[in-house]
Every structure is written in C-alpha cells, then in structure tokens.
C-alpha cells in the first residue's frame, strides 16, 4: 500500500490540512465500487460495465487473474488500474505479458495524476511477479500519456480485408440507407460451440511467428463464454478452426475472422471458402476482415479473400519492456508477430 499526500484542501489559522490518497491492489469486496467508478468515469459507452463482465475478463482469465489496484481517499474509490494477463510464444520462450486495459478516474479527481501514479504502481508489482512486457492498443486520448512513461508504438496492425458488397457499401453511404446508429444488438447467431470444444488438440501447433499460446481452455474463455460478443466458428473438423463474430460500422457490416488454426499442413481450403461464403451471403456481410501478419504467414493455407493488399488498417499496438530488454528490438518489429484480430480487438 503506497500513500499519497494531495494537495492542501483547507487553510485555518496557518494549519494546512492533506488529503491522504491511498493506493491499493483491489480486493473481492471492491468489485461493486470498481463497476460504479467505471460507469462514472467512462459511461456505458460501446462496452457495458457488470460485474459480469468484470470477473469474466479478470478473474476467469485462464492465464490467471489481473492486476488490479485502486486509489482510495477517505474510503472512496477516486482511481483504477487494470492489467489483463497475457502469454505470448516467442523464439526464447513463453513471455509473460500484461495488458493494459481498463482504467478510470472518478470525475472530481481527473487532472490529478492519477492515471501516472496507478499504472507506474502497477508496473512496479507486474515486475515483481515476473512479468515480461506490457501491450496495448490505446486511443489517440491515452497515447500521449502512455508514450511519456515508456511506452513504444509499434504500428498499426495489418489488415486482409475482402469486399464482399462494394456497391451495396457505395449505396449505403451515398444515400443514407442502413446507417447502424449508436450500439446496435449484436447479430452475429447463437451456435453450439460443445462440438468444436470436443476436437480441440491437447497441443495446437506452432503459428511461425510470435502468437498467443493456444489452449482448449483460452478458446472456451476468450470465445465461447463469452460474455461481450457473440462468436461463431468454421471448421472441417481435422484441418482447420475459423472463429469470427460480426461487427456493425456506420453503413455497413463487417465479418471479423479473429482465430485461423491450422490443425495440420495441408488445410482443406475449399471447405473454409465455402462455409465463409455461405455465412456472408446468408448475413449481408459487406467486408471480411483477417489480421495481415497471420494471412501472409499463413500463406497458400489460406486463399479467396480477394485481391486488395494487406494494409496497416488496424488498431495502434504499442509496447512497453519491463523486464526483457535485449528481447524488445525484436518484439518491436511488427512482421516477427503472428497476432490475429482476436488478440487485438477491444474487449
């Protein structure tokens, strides 16, 4: 527990008197006030604030819980930091990662250094507990104050994106039609996902560059149980596992593939086309997206999603070392990364 001594609040008869402001790790019993402090703070905006949500992403994480500390003045919650476990394959090894993901100041208290105080705490305890690197992919708002502690942007990530609609994409913003106006019900279908969880491998294998250690127990978590978005899958049964979910955009409705497994060398490509084509006919899929890193990596695996380049569309990653500085040069190059949209997307 660090304290902190903010600022003189009352002067009287010469005597200054200090606002003790306590950082903290958060404990069980804070979870109501952590969802109350976010909604203060952040609004529901695109991503609701529950409780359920919260112990999903922080406490059934199968890489292990979150780090997790708060900022606490006169047994009020004024601040929150979170990092989201993370374990990424690398040529030396699994690295233990962070993400930095949720974060909120109450609204009396913004422009105090709050923000700086929590995540520097939170760095100094992720190190200890052994912890390799943290990445993120912050907005343009939190970019600047994560650069000034250390942070790298790496770039953006690359994109593979197939129109499957142009025209109806051209009609949509020229005359207005369709336009998805502010969060839209979700309407990627509801599937059985027992099914794929009973063929999944003991041991995936290896993407060729820097990828998310897979497990049956990440796929349940990070897809089938979860609590945010509605997910679906593609798979032939012995050669490959497609996972994906729909996203609406203004005018028009995107198929974001956020997992391609290749279960063996030779994928049945034939089989993943049709079932792709057939789900976004049935949908009025206007886009398809995939990450670039793992459609080039992946190379003949993977085919028909059409002929515009890979492109760096994606969202900004940024990196920050903590304990692997003779690693960072490498993790700093985008194309040593086989990460997919999955590990990137917000959620």
């Known amino acids: 527990m660090v304290k902190f001594y903010r600022g003189k609040s009352t002067v009287f008869n010469a005597l200054y008197i200090y606002q003790i402001m306590i950082i903290r790790e958060a404990t069980e019993a ?65 690295r233990k990662a962070i993400r930095a993901v949720d974060t909120a100041t109450h609204p009396d208290f913004q422009g105090k250094g709050i923000f700086k105080k929590l995540t520097l705490h939170q760095l100094e305890q992720c190190k200890l507990a052994g912890i390799h690197f943290v990445f993120n992919t912050p907005n343009t708002q939190s970019m600047p104050g994560y650069l000034k502690m250390g942070w790298q942007l790496q770039g953006r990530m690359p994109l593979k994106i197939k129109l499957e609609r142009p025209l109806a994409i051209a009609w949509n913003k ?7 106006s502010g969060v839209s019900a979700d309407p990627t279908p509801t ?56 996203k609406l955009q203004s005018y028009i409705k995107e198929f974001r593939i956020t997992e ?17 084509r057939v789900f976004t006919q049935q949908h009025g899929i206007d886009f398809t997206s995939m ?23 994606g969202p900004q990653v940024t990196l920050r070392d903590i304990q692997i500085p003779t690693e960072m040069p490498f993790l700093m190059d985008t194309h040593n990364w086989s990460y997919t949209l999955g590990d990137m997307e917000l959620f």
């Not at 047994?75 to 374990?87: C, I, K, N, S, T």
């Not at 990450?291 to 569309?313: A, D, E, F, T």
């Open 291 to 313: 990450s670039g890193n793992q459609y080039l990596q992946l190379g003949k695996q993977i085919s028909g999603l059409g002929w515009l380049p890979v492109r760096p569309l």
């Open 174 to 180: 020229v005359f207005n039609k369709n336009k998805f």
């Open 260 to 276: 391609f497994i290749p279960l063996q060398t030779t994928v049945n490509t034939q089989h993943f086309n049709k079932q792709l």
């Open 30 to 94: 804070d979870i109501p006030a952590i969802i109350e402090l976010m909604r203060s703070s952040l609004g529901e905006s695109l991503l609701p604030k529950s409780e359920q949500l919260w112990r999903w992403k922080h406490e059934q994480n199968p890489f292990g819980k979150s780090f997790v500390c708060v900022a606490e003045e006169e047994e009020v919650l004024v601040g929150l930091r979170a990092f989201m476990q993370w374990q990424w394959q690398t040529p030396a090894g699994v």
């Open 191 to 246: 599937v059985d996902w027992r099914p794929l969880l009973a063929i999944l491998p003991a041991k995936f294998p290896a993407p060729p560059g820097v990828h998310t250690v897979l497990s049956a127990e990440y796929i349940r978590w990070r897809y089938a149980i979860n609590p945010l978005y509605k997910y679906v899958y593609f798979t032939d049964g012995e050669s490959y596992i497609a996972i994906g979910r729909n």
